[in-house]
């Protein structure tokens, strides 16, 4: 990535924010960060909602990250939080459908694709019955939702980096309800059964590796993602 590779990117952004400036999209673009927990989620979407709201265009995101818009009473009931999170990230489809703010891009952090996974991992400990499962799957995966999901970046990070990130800056180590070894592996194997199962149902799932062993930066990944938004956009149009 280098300093023209940048000015490229802003380039074709300026040329679809002068586009839409006379005519406008009929709905925002919905682009969905999925993943397991301190992948670089959240980082990136700081990162690229800066990028596109600094040249002007009308970005819907969230505010902060999953695990904090839920209520914290929920965090020790899976179940209970996982239908809270989806159920926000419906709203959030609806507001981007709906608002007279007419937004050009919409943030999904933690959406559909996700939802489909933390249910998945539910099942897999025989904490829900396949049947539920089933129906809960249907019901996040029917088209007046599914189908304004434009891409979803899809981030992985190996258990020891999630956990590396997770105790960084911590006093002490102690395993959380999701943050441990177990629950992250658990968690990676889930991911990878919804994107067999599910996957194509989606128009496209980019994969965003972050494990250390990939050697990533925070604003390589930002500048990679944002350059797929462009792109799908640019298509799109």
Same mark, same amino acid.
Request: proline share 4%; net charge neutral; charged share 25%.
């Given at each position: ?112 694709? %996700?939802? +489909?996974?933390?249910?998945? !991992? ?9 049947? #539920?499962?089933? $129906? *809960? ?44 070894? %177990?629950? +992250?592996?658990?968690?990676? !194997? ?9 996957? #194509?149902?989606? $128009? *496209? ?33």
């Amino acid at each position: 990535m280098s300093t023209d590779d940048i000015a490229k990117l802003r380039a074709d952004a300026e040329s679809v924010l002068k586009m839409w400036r006379i005519n406008e999209p009929s709905r925002p673009y919905f682009f969905e960060f999925s993943g397991t927990p301190k992948s670089g989620k959240s980082t990136c979407i700081d990162s690229v909602s800066h990028f596109f709201r600094r040249l002007g265009f009308r970005v819907l995101a969230p505010t902060e990250g999953a695990s904090r818009r839920t209520p914290r009473y929920l965090r020790d009931n899976l179940f209970r939080f996982n239908i809270w999170s989806a159920s926000y990230a419906l709203t959030h489809i609806l507001e981007g459908l709906s608002s007279p703010e007419k937004y050009h891009i919409a943030i999904l952090d933690r959406g559909l694709f %996700d939802a +489909l996974v933390w249910f998945q !991992l539910l099942a897999d400990r025989s904490d829900i019955a396949l049947a #539920d499962l089933n $129906k *809960v799957h249907e019901f996040f995966l029917i088209s007046e939702w599914l189908d304004v999901v434009d891409s979803v970046f899809l981030f992985r990070a190996d258990p020891p980096t999630s956990l590396e990130r997770e105790n960084a800056d911590k006093l002490i180590n102690d395993p959380g309800t999701a943050m441990n070894t %177990d629950t +992250l592996g658990q968690l990676n !194997l889930a991911y990878k059964a919804v994107q067999s199962s599910h996957g #194509d149902r989606f $128009k *496209v799932v980019h994969e965003i590796d972050t494990s250390q062993s990939q050697r990533t930066t925070a604003r390589g990944t930002a500048y990679k993602v944002a350059r797929i938004m462009v792109n799908t956009i640019q298509d799109g149009e």
